[in-house]
């Protein structure tokens, strides 16, 4: 199966980096991680995404939607994860279809997911479980706020049973798009820093060990690409499983090599990389556990299941 990009998918992938570097440019990232008090979602941004279809791409067109579909969605989601987009970006994209307003970025959808809820106080309607009818307003129950890593992504727990399903599937691998997105954005800086930082005289990258990490990263990182990429275009459950485990582990390991290359500035609020670090703590909430896909793609294996990458 043939998983390049079309012409159009190109020109979509490009644009939407293009627009995302003008909305939030990495200087803004930067100031709101190191901004005091909670997190503020920004309703103009929101509504810029929403313009620029973001939420709604893969609404039929008679719907006032783009009309596009899972392959497309992913190319889009992979460039706000390199980004590191803030907000329940992929709760509201989901629910544009069936809550008013989310389409066009009016109004902010998040979900109640594995017993947390991202954005709580932020949001206008809050999902039950993907798939599930929307709560106006507040939320009804009983919650928590909990101290998140990324500064960029308030949590709160949720008393909650959980929902599974189509739609849950499809966030899964809207999150893994953000994971490999996320996990570019790392091997770029630090492609870019191996290059610039010189130790004894020499760029650090000229040095073995260096290499090696770099090497690694770009490995990991289109692996788990190609298996996101097939997972979207054949929707597989061996794929999709499969997509899941390499898309975390590209977005952690390669974050932490990233980190290894910069060494301790990479800690410092100047720079990305521990923000990478954040966010994949935060997006690996999501979903099940490892060893559940673990053990899906064991039981597909044990059924003679075909891959395509």
């Known amino acids: 199966m043939d998983f390049r990009l079309t012409e159009d998918q190109t020109a979509l992938r490009a644009a939407t980096r293009e627009l995302l570097a ?23 941004l929101w509504r810029a995404l929403g313009d620029a279809g973001l939420f709604s791409l893969r609404l039929p067109e008679a719907e006032g939607g783009v009309g596009l579909g899972m392959p497309e969605a992913v190319l889009v989601f992979e460039e706000a994860g390199r980004t590191l987009l ?71 727990r949720v008393p909650h049973d959980g929902a599974g399903g189509r739609a849950a599937s499809e966030a899964e691998l809207l999150t893994c798009a953000q994971q490999i997105g996320s996990a570019a954005r790392t091997l770029e800086l630090a492609v870019q820093h191996a290059r610039t930082r010189e130790q004894f005289g020499r760029p650090i990258g000229s040095f073995q060990a260096v290499k090696h990490l770099c090497a690694d990263m770009l490995v990991r990182l289109e692996m788990a690409r190609t298996a996101v990429y097939a997972a979207a275009v054949t929707g597989l459950p061996e794929e999709h499983f499969a ?47 490892d060893r559940s896909y673990e053990e899906a793609v064991a039981e597909q294996l044990a059924k003679g299941a075909e891959w395509s990458f």
């Not at 930067?30 to 008090?37: L, V």
């Not at 809820?117 to 706020?145: H, I, K, N, Q, S």
């Not at 977005?251 to 966010?279: S, Y």
């Open 86 to 156: 803030p907000g329940p970006l992929v709760a509201t994209h989901l629910a544009a279809g069936s809550v008013p307003g989310a389409a066009d970025g009016q109004v902010v959808v998040t979900v109640v997911d594995g017993g947390t809820a991202e954005w709580l106080e932020e949001a206008d309607c809050v999902v039950e479980g993907f798939g599930e009818p929307g709560v106006p307003g507040p939320y009804p129950a009983r919650t928590e706020p909990v101290r998140s890593v990324d500064p960029l992504t308030p949590l709160h």
């Open 22 to 44: 003008r909305l939030y440019p990495p200087e803004r990232l930067r100031e709101d991680a190191a901004g005091c008090g909670p997190p503020r979602l920004d309703r103009e």
């Open 243 to 289: 997509a899941m485990l390499l898309a975390r582990e590209a977005a952690g390991r390669n974050a932490r090599d990233c980190l290894q290359v910069f060494g301790g500035m990479g800690f410092t609020w100047e720079a990305e990389v521990h923000l990478h670090i954040k966010r994949g703590w935060v997006l690996g909430l999501r979903g099940r556990s």
